[in-house]
């Protein structure tokens, strides 16, 4: 099955610079990737998503990066604000009719003043 | 609200007893799904459903059961709870298999 793996584990930035968060997959037929994000108590929620058939998305302050050459993506945040800390979740899934996501560790994400 | 609720929303429950939880959706939307939120391992599949009274196992179904008799509802059972269960499951939906999921606002089991 498919494995993501994470990158880094905890990543801490003053406000406004930017983070950089990096996945890789094992499986070349994924084909959908998909960003959350997680507040502290709360339930992820999706904040972007990139399709295998693009290479790059933005969205505002948010931007994802996908090669699927080297089977990673990753996620950017520019001019990062105290509400950015959180942790982040990336994911991938796989073709076929009943296709799951699989999720990468988690990322926390501390934006210090 | 996102239409889908989990209950119920925390749980304390002795050693070997069974334990039920709910996931109601709204969206009439084909895919649901169970997962659990542990520390350092991010969120891992349990099992999920396809439709009606279809389901399969994910990565840690061992210990779970589920069923799905009606399109809004799938319950996650703990057949005999053990402190190794002992997690934030969340529930997840999406109407189609290669589309975004939706999540609960998840259930935090503790087995004592």
């Known amino acids: 099955g498919e494995n993501v793996e994470q990158h880094p584990s905890t990543l801490s930035v003053q406000e406004g610079d930017s983070a950089v968060i990096k996945c890789t997959y094992s499986?070349?037929?994924?084909?959908?990737f998909p960003w959350y994000k997680q507040e502290l108590g709360k339930r992820p929620q999706l904040i972007i998503d990139?399709?295998?058939?693009?290479g790059e998305k933005k969205d505002q302050r948010i931007a994802v990066t996908l090669n699927k050459t080297a089977k990673h993506f990753s996620l950017h945040i520019t001019e990062t604000q105290p509400e950015d800390s959180a942790v982040y979740f990336c994911?991938?899934?796989?073709?076929?009719?009943?296709?799951?996501?699989?999720f990468g560790t988690g990322t926390r994400l501390q934006v210090t003043l | 609200d996102a239409g889908i609720t989990q209950s119920p929303r925390h749980k304390v429950t002795e050693t070997g007893t069974p334990v039920t939880l709910r996931c109601h959706q709204t969206?009439?939307?084909?895919?649901m799904y169970w997962y659990r939120q542990d520390p350092g391992h991010g969120l891992r599949l349990i099992h999920y459903?396809?439709?009606?009274?279809?389901?399969d196992k994910g990565e840690v179904s061992d210990g779970y059961s589920v069923s799905r008799s009606k399109t809004e509802d799938f319950l996650l059972t703990l057949e005999s709870a053990t402190s190794s269960q002992t997690s934030v499951y969340f529930c997840?939906?999406?109407?189609?298999?290669?589309?975004?999921?939706?999540f609960g606002s998840g259930t935090r089991l503790t087995v004592v």
């Open positions: 499986d070349s037929a994924s084909n959908y």
């Open positions: 994911a991938a899934i796989s073709g076929g009719t009943a296709s799951k996501l699989t």
């Open positions: 459903s396809y439709g009606v009274k279809d389901t």
């Open positions: 969206e009439n939307h084909r895919y």
């Open positions: 990139i399709r295998s058939n693009v």
């Open positions: 997840a939906i999406s109407r189609d298999s290669w589309q975004f999921y939706t």
